[in-house]
């Protein structure tokens, strides 16, 4: 009996195929605001097949992680523009953006934005409108002191705004001592 367990074992070990972190159309981005001069960042996640469709206009197939490194600047134009950022109505502009292949096949997407000073703060997750509605992210925004907010964005409701302070906090949380 235990000889047959241990069979099993080893052939759903060895036999099985790649784990992946993130289910397709299943996504999470985590959005923190630095503390003084510091700008935000959107750290985004999701599956190589969702950021092939995410990324790239009815690719015949999903992109494959041996292609991955050709493609790279197009994932990087892509993270770019994953989001629509608003501060108080104005526009951030992406200042840097880097994009990685995790060992799990994973795309991860770093975009820094300026520092929010105005509020409301107001994310529109524009790369949802190539995914099918079961897509969805989970967005989790935070201050350098504060939670902001969290939502699960869909096809159907990409926006999500939060008020802030001009710290870029949550409202009713003191300002920074000055030292």
Same mark, same amino acid.
């Given at each position: 009996?235990?000889?047959?367990?241990?069979?099993?074992?080893?052939?759903?070990?060895?036999?099985?195929? #790649?784990?992946?972190?993130?289910?397709?159309?299943?996504?999470?981005?985590?959005?923190?605001?630095?503390?003084?001069?510091?700008?935000?960042?959107?750290?985004?996640?999701?599956?190589? #097949?969702?950021?092939?469709?995410?990324?790239?206009?009815?690719?015949?197939?999903?992109?494959?992680?041996?292609?991955?490194? +050709?493609?790279?600047?197009?994932?990087?134009?892509?993270?770019?523009?994953?989001?629509?950022?608003?501060?108080?109505?104005? #526009?951030?502009?992406?200042?840097?953006?880097?994009?990685?292949?995790?060992?799990?096949?994973?795309?991860?997407?770093? +975009?820094?934005?300026?520092?929010?000073?105005?509020?409301?703060? #107001?994310?529109?997750?524009?790369?949802?409108?190539?995914?099918?509605?079961?897509?969805?992210?989970?967005?989790?925004?935070?201050?350098?002191?504060?939670?902001?907010?969290?939502?699960?964005?869909?096809?159907?409701?990409?926006?999500?705004?939060?008020?802030?302070?001009?710290?870029?906090?949550?409202?009713?949380?003191?300002?920074?001592?000055?030292?």
């Amino acid at each position: 009996m235990r000889a047959g367990s241990a069979l099993l074992a080893a052939v759903a070990l060895f036999c099985g195929g #790649r784990a992946q972190a993130h289910d397709p159309f299943e996504i999470t981005t985590d959005a923190h605001v630095a503390a003084d001069r510091g700008g935000l960042t959107l750290h985004t996640t999701m599956s190589l #097949r969702t950021a092939s469709r995410a990324c790239f206009d009815a690719p015949a197939a999903p992109v494959t992680a041996a292609e991955f490194a +050709v493609l790279l600047p197009r994932f990087e134009t892509c993270a770019r523009a994953t989001y629509d950022l608003r501060a108080g109505g104005a #526009r951030l502009r992406p200042l840097a953006a880097r994009v990685a292949l995790t060992v799990e096949e994973d795309v991860e997407m770093w +975009v820094t934005f300026p520092r929010p000073a105005r509020s409301p703060l #107001r994310f529109e997750a524009v790369g949802l409108r190539k995914l099918p509605p079961r897509a969805g992210v989970v967005l989790t925004v935070t201050g350098a002191r504060t939670f902001l907010g969290q939502k699960v964005l869909r096809p159907d409701d990409a926006a999500f705004e939060i008020p802030i302070t001009g710290d870029a906090e949550a409202i009713g949380t003191p300002p920074r001592p000055r030292r």
